[in-house]
């Protein structure tokens, strides 16, 4: 009974909204000491037992340019299978607002989010845990990215000088691990500035050492269509 309290105790603290701002400030913290840049993290919510909620968070390069920002990310973890077998289960990960800005001054240049690889890589060679994620949204997000060196090219699409906006995707991940892939995509639109606008794109990717397979691709576009039943690549 006393167990019961204490734990009903935690949670009613838990959902208090000055410790969610001080969770949220506590762990920018820490981030920051890590990465060396700034981080920002209005709050951190957790619902227990699966609900991890980061609202109004913002992560800047080292040159202090903003790199990632959003609204609110909110991830649903499924802690059974992490637990017992060490594989990574996600029930969905809803991101809203995202904006990311990736940049380099050249082609071969470092690009501004090789610090986060620095800073969390362990030297070794990575291996990649089992994952699988049910549902991954994004809504509303604006992506961009920026080679300095290469020229622009105004009303035309360039992939050195990408302005992604309104872009809203539902994928579903159902397993990743170091040799093998098996995703849907549900959904996919988007507006780039030189006026190109992909209205929908949906398939599903079975791909592993022996080869790959797209299934049901399709693709829409305001003037035009493309579908493709299957194909098979080795």
């Not at 949220?24 to 619902?47: F, M, P, Q, Y």
Request: proline share 5%; net charge neutral.
């Amino acid at each position: 009974r006393v167990l019961c309290v204490v734990l009903l105790l935690l949670v009613v603290v838990a959902h208090l909204p000055w410790v969610q701002h001080r969770a949220g400030v506590a762990l920018a913290s820490k981030l920051e000491d890590k990465l060396g840049t700034r981080v920002v993290l209005d709050g951190l919510r957790w619902r227990l037992p699966a609900d991890i909620i980061l609202d109004s968070l913002r992560l800047d390069a080292l040159e202090g340019l903003p790199l990632l920002a959003a609204d609110r990310l909110a991830v649903k973890m499924n802690w059974r299978p992490l637990i017992r077998e060490g594989r990574i289960a996600i029930r969905n990960i809803r991101f809203y607002n995202p904006t990311i800005a990736v940049r380099a001054d050249s082609a071969g240049a470092e690009p501004n989010y090789q610090f986060l690889i620095d800073a969390f890589s362990t030297g070794k060679k990575a291996v990649l845990p089992e994952m699988q994620i049910n549902s991954l949204i994004i809504r509303g997000a604006h992506l961009t990215y920026d080679i300095a060196a290469e020229p622009e090219t105004p009303a035309e699409l360039n992939p050195a000088h990408l302005d992604v906006s309104d872009l809203n995707a539902h994928l579903s991940l159902k397993m990743l691990t170091n040799d093998s892939l098996s995703m849907m995509m549900r959904q996919l639109s988007l507006k780039e500035k030189s006026g190109f606008q992909l209205d929908d794109m949906t398939f599903r990717l079975v791909a592993n050492r022996q080869g790959a397979t797209l299934v049901g691709f399709n693709l829409k576009m305001p003037q035009s269509e493309l579908r493709v039943d299957s194909l098979f690549a080795d």
